[in-house]
């Protein structure tokens, strides 16, 4: 199986503020995305580490994409006090 080239946009992107992904697994997007986020965020069901991820974070504002993961793929954002946990939801 051939190997995916990554977009040089999506890979410098993160200079104008956006960080973009198309079809990663979320464990690696979460490495990523974890370096601007005020809280760590972890995965509690070690199964959704390999669901793939497109989408974009814009301005830092990660709250709003860890809230689309909800309604985009079924995974619960449980707010701790000092990390946020994705969970599926059940």
Known sequence: MPSEIPDAGDATSWQS???????????????QINR??????V??????ADMKVT?????????????????AMGIAAIDERHRIVLRRMR
Not at 17 to 31: A, E, I, K, Y
Not at 56 to 71: D, E, F
Request: glycine letters at 14%.
């Open 55 to 71: 989408g974009t974070v814009v301005g830092g504002n990660v709250s709003g994409w860890v809230a689309s993961l909800h309604s």
């Open 43 to 48: 995965i509690a069901d070690p199964e959704i």
């Open 17 to 31: 503020g956006r960080l973009v992904f198309r079809m990663q697994r979320l464990g690696d997007v979460l490495q």
């Open 36 to 41: 601007y986020s005020s809280k760590p965020i």
